[in-house]
């Protein structure tokens, strides 16, 4: 584990599509436990894999893209790594003292009627922060939202571009060892984005960081990853450095093979074309 700063083991998580019948699920998972039994881990009807059995381990200066079509469990997995799921099965181990980092929606947290200092103090707190701790980052978080002169303003009148400026400074500025980005970026204008990738990757190199970023832009991909993740229905189909064929496999898997081979190119042409 010492070399590693995350290890996912065989880690599954399940869900039921229906409501009800997963209150009755949690009532009766708890009552086992209660007497000391353990919580079933077979599929019950109207449960499903979100995730199945999926094992990777997470080094230093990694910054790894986990892509896949909707539903194939990226950001379930992203918020077991997070600690906000408990796994069904499996584990995740941790360096010791390892810190991690989530953003999962930028715009959570913001209060409309706050000013943007308000506003950054408060997602200071949210993800932990100190006050001593937000009181020595203050003016690193100003610098690198380029808000300054936004500041006495209420949030209510920020662009969503501003508003993922403000979120994601004071989710750096909490300097984790493990920085989860689950779309966060997806808002913005370019050249903050391309702040963001630059700064990522000289991040990761400054000590034993890394980084997971779920997104299904190809581009951003290519420009910031030095390794990929695919997944499919709850399971993880490739893990690759390379990460050009990495890419091309998950173009290949989304289009299918249901469809003549002429079909098929002309379909992955066009993806090539407007994602790569």
Known sequence: MDEHLLEINQVSKKFCRRLKR????????????TVGLPITTQLRPEEFWATHEVS??????????????NGSGKTTLMRMIAGIYQPTSGEIKYRQGLKVTPIFALNVGLRNEFTGLENMKLKAAIFGMTEAELKRKLDFIIDFSELEYALDTPVGNYSSGM???LSYSVAIATEPDLFIIDEALA???SLFKTKCYEHLGEYVQEKERAVLYVTNRIRKVMA??????VMRSGKLIQDSQDTTGALEYYIN????????ERVKEMKLKKIRHFEM
């Open 22 to 33: 997963s209150l009755f699920y949690g009532i009766k998972d708890v009552a086992r436990q």
């Open 56 to 69: 990777f381990k997470v080094k230093p200066g990694e910054i790894i893209a986990v892509i896949g079509a």
């Open 163 to 165: 508003r993922a400026r």
């Open 187 to 189: 808002v913005g204008d």
């Open 224 to 229: 910031l990853a030095n390794r990929v993740l």
């Open 253 to 260: 898997d989304i289009v299918g093979d249901d469809m003549t």
